[in-house]
């Protein structure tokens, strides 16, 4: 069982280059989410989409874009990276507003912008 | 979504239990209270959940007291391998309008360190 599968798992930017982290989870979930990590720190919420359709802001939106592609795909966009993006970002989905149940996360995207 | 305070770290013996606290004084009626774990650079892993009972599972138990403004995470018998940061939050269900309940809002969580 996949579950939630992102890449890359590793990627180098030079400030200013953009790039794009893919997500996909195939549990039929209605609902994903991006986090990213810093050192020491726990996970804040950059975007999310409840639904097919749906995307919102969350924490820390500020330089990121994203796209709910279908209901199995979220990707997260870097239009200009900066060193402030340098990170560990964490792809997470979840059944449904009206289904108590659990997220599931991805192996994470280890992102250094230089 | 209602805010968590957790220790920042705690040590705990193998083969002891480990019991993690979480205080989240301003949870509402309809927010649960979940628990995760991340093992060092691994995604966040759940644990477990819980409304306003007690709940156990093949990996921990949950107490939750009975205003609702605390709970713990018991390992009964912790391993080196559960060595990881251990993250409580509270999350609401149930109001279909609301797509702000799908929001999944970590802390800092307790760096928990089992002890050979």
């Known amino acids: 069982n996949a579950g939630v599968t992102q890449t890359p798992k590793f990627q180098v930017l030079k400030t200013g280059q953009s790039m794009t982290l893919q997500c996909a989870q195939d549990m039929n979930h209605n609902s994903m989410y991006w986090y990213r990590q810093d050192p020491g720190m726990g996970l804040r919420l950059i975007y999310y989409?409840?639904?097919?359709?749906?995307?919102d802001k969350g924490e820390v939106p500020n330089g990121y874009n994203v796209s709910r592609l279908n209901k199995r795909e979220f990707s997260l966009r870097l239009e200009s990276a900066a060193p402030s993006q340098t990170s560990v970002y964490f792809c997470?989905?979840?059944?449904?507003?009206?289904?108590?149940?659990?997220?599931?996360f991805g192996q994470g995207t280890r992102l250094t912008v230089v | 979504d209602a805010k968590t305070t957790q220790p920042t770290s705690m040590d705990c013996a193998e083969g002891r239990a480990a019991n993690l606290p979480c205080n989240h004084s301003t949870i509402s009626g309809n927010e649960y209270v979940y628990w995760y774990r991340q093992i060092h650079s691994q995604g966040p892993q759940y644990i477990i959940h819980g409304l306003k009972n007690n709940e156990t599972n093949e990996m921990a138990s949950l107490i939750i007291t009975e205003d609702r403004k605390s709970s713990t995470l018991i390992l009964p018998h912790a391993t080196l391998r559960d060595t990881a940061v251990y993250y409580c939050?509270?999350?609401?269900?149930?109001?279909?309008?609301?797509?702000?309940?799908?929001?999944?809002?970590f802390g800092t969580g307790t760096r928990l360190t089992i002890i050979p």
């Open positions: 997470a989905s979840s059944e449904s507003v009206t289904v108590n149940t659990e997220a599931f």
């Open positions: 989409s409840a639904s097919e359709g749906t995307t």
């Open positions: 939050i509270v999350r609401a269900w149930g109001v279909i309008s609301n797509f702000g309940n799908e929001k999944l809002t």
